[in-house]
């Protein structure tokens, strides 16, 4: 059983992971570090979906690195490009000789009288146990599940004659040209494959519950082209990044602050984009408000495009059952299908599946309240990466790995080794993630908490999060600094300091 320590190990070689590792090599050149990778290749979420059209619905001016400029003409981009923007970030930056493939990671066990994490990990290519030690764990494994997305069940699914597809797993076989398509759902992954597959597909039917709000947003940004003509391409990038997060937060504040006028203002751009008469009641008005759930970005509006040609439709009902030939509604309408896609969302699974115990304690996730939405109560030397449920995700994940080099060093600088995150007095807990999505609310309760304020309080916030996260104080009543030997789970709480 093979055995070696790093100073840090970063668990998922995505986005984010990625990210963290050229981070910490930029910021802390010194520390020794490993990323473990549970698939055979970089890139996460961008390598794992390949349906058509996969995309985006970030722009790339935010969903790119801080700091490796987005020069793609297409600011909402396709899955191909930003997985080839992964790969050349690691190459640029030489992070694949500290990739290890295929290293699925079960468990984390932290003892104190050494201040290591002990990693288990199990190679699923050699079926070969992995032991690891490191000095600071971080995990960067999203917060869903890579092997299995969710299918609700379907009454008499087993009669339908058709072919039945999740989107997570995408044929390559899966010839749709000139048949009858049926999407299950209206989130992102429906939104972006009806327009998709109704390029080649005889009709697609985007079969919803209930309508999410949609808004259509240019595929190329004018205002970066501009930039990108008069300044430098760090300069650009940089100029059109703050535009694009000053716009996303003013978005986000004015939904909360004035649902009505943000409803109003979407319902009417939805009417532009749609031919005269569509029920626009019945098919894209929500009966939440913005941002209880994300906002769907179509670019160039080719869903309603696809609306507008006939090549696609909406329909809002319920499911009856499938049939042999395909799906009958609750209302009696019965839709003819040859592929059903079940766009039907996740299942969250937090830190990729692995298991923490701390001092031969084991870490119950839901009991734990999360420090500055990246560290957990009790639990020393730790990290992840939860990105924006408002925002682009690699916002969050660029000051969460920011934030990870400032604390390395300054252990380093003040000769202690263990930093641990001690929960608040107080019963005002929430979850970590505040989205009323399906995805989450059918797993909040197995999730991290969030207290009643800062630093235990997660803003949405891109800018007030920068103040915090880069220039805040690193001691606060949050947290406990201290060297081997001290218990992570006896802790007098310190003094906040002035």
Known sequence: MASDHVDVLIVGAGLSGVGAAVHLQRQCPGKTYAVLEARGAVGGTWDLFRYPGIRSDSDMFTLGYSFKPWTNPKAIADGDAIREYVRETVREYGVQRHIRFHHRVLRAEWDS????????ARRDDTGEDVVLTCGFLFTNSGYYRYDEGYTPEFPGVERYAGRLVHPQHWP???DYAGKRVVVIGSGA????????????????????RSPTYVISLP????????ARRWLPAKAAYAVTRWKNVALGVANFQLS???????KTFLRRAARGKLPVGYDLDRHFSPRYNPWDQRLCVVPDGDLFAALS?????VVTDTIDTFTERG??????????????VTATGLNLLALGGMTLAVDGAEVDLASTVAYKGMMLSGVPNFAMTIGYTNASWTLKADLVATYVCRLLRHLDDTGQQVVTPLAPDSDDLVPIIDLQSGYVLRAVDQLPKQGPAAPWRLHQNYPRDVLLMRHGRLTDEGVRFSRAGTPATVADRPAPVA
Request: a negative charge; hydrophobic letters at 45%; proline letters at 6%.
């Open 113 to 120: 009288a050494t201040a290591r994490w002990t990693v288990r």
């Open 256 to 262: 909360r602050r004035a649902p009505g006028l943000v």
């Open 172 to 174: 390559e076989d899966l």
């Open 327 to 340: 799906i009958r509604l609750t209302s009696g309408e019965e839709l003819p299908a040859d592929v059903v």
């Open 189 to 208: 992954t429906a939104v972006t494959l009806v327009p998709a597959m109704a390029e080649r597909a005889g009709h697609v039917t985007m079969l919803q």
């Open 309 to 313: 040609a006939g090549t696609a439709s």
């Open 219 to 226: 595929s190329r940004d004018p205002f970066a082209d501009a």
